[in-house]
């Protein structure tokens, strides 16, 4: 990674198609803006339509010509992902950019439509199936790339197998951890595959540092805690970096031309909590292939999703 690296190196992408989940919103929105501005035709992928129309104008207020849609997606719905699929293969016949970005930090034990633990649900069973859905346009593209969006938390994560909806003993902070370190060994684990299979598809990860957005607000708003709500005002006011800073890790990991199938990227500065993009470092836990395989094998029997363009490429 060169030094200083910002948006503006990001290079054209006309003629190129980006799908970015929760693009309403904190680094998504930031993300599906510059790669507008570059010239993606740039799918918002978004569970509220109202937060998605008003991103789209204010992308719109900026570059009046950007290519941006709406297409409905809320990751907590196994049925939502499968409509999203079949919706956008009536406005593309290929993918170039999948950015797994949508997320959500911290919160009371809830469960998807799905009966699924909220967090691992959305942060990585959502994206599993998502991606599994979506492999066959990525592979049409001839150079497509799956982006997952982890974070430093994923260091203190474990991944409970035996108790993976924490269903028998639920904190809410190790739930988060458990589903930023499944994000990593998701990536890992479909860059194997993808390998072994020869398609033209690379699976790489970014984390943002710690950037002030809406996700901090989301757990103490469910719990109605004003001290959390307070302290985390404060921490985003005075330590986070901006949302367009954080999301240039998850840009480079997008369209840098030198990004490799596994590469991590993350914020160069203090503790990479902040700065521009560098090679990000990974707790061991998420380089254990035995943990990265039997993540998979879980993910597929609990979606249904079984990334059928891996297994007719093999
Ligand atoms: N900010 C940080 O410091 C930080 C640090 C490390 C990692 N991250 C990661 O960065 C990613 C983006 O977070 P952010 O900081 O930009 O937070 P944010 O501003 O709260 O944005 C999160 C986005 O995810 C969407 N989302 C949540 N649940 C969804 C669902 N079921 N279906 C579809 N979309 C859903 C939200 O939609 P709504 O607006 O409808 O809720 C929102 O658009 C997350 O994966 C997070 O774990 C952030």
Redo the contacts with the bound molecule.
Sequence with gaps: VSTKWTADQIPNLSGKTAVV??????????TALELAKHGAHTIL????AT??RD?VDRIRAVHPSAQVEVVP?????LQ?IGEFSKRLREKISKLDILV??????AIPRRT?ADGLE?QL???HF?HFALTGHLLDLLVASGAGRVVN?????HRRGRMQFDDLQGEKRYSAWPA?GQ??LA?LLFTTELQRRLSEARLPVISVAA????????????GPQMTKSSMMEFFTRIGNNVI??S?AM??LP?LYAATAPDVKGGDYFGPGGLMEMRGYPSRASRSAASQDPVAAKTLWERSVELTKVDFRALANAA
């Design positions: 989940t929760g693009a309403n919103s904190g680094l998504g929105w930031e992928a978004c569970r509220d937060r998605a991103a997606l809320d990751l907590a719905s939502s797994n970005n949508a997320g959500i930090m998807t909220m649900g959305t942060n959502g969006v982890s974070s430093l938390m988060y589903s930023k994000n984390h943002p540092g710690y950037s002030a957005t809406n996700l901090q607000f989301v986070a970096q949302a954080g999301a998850s």
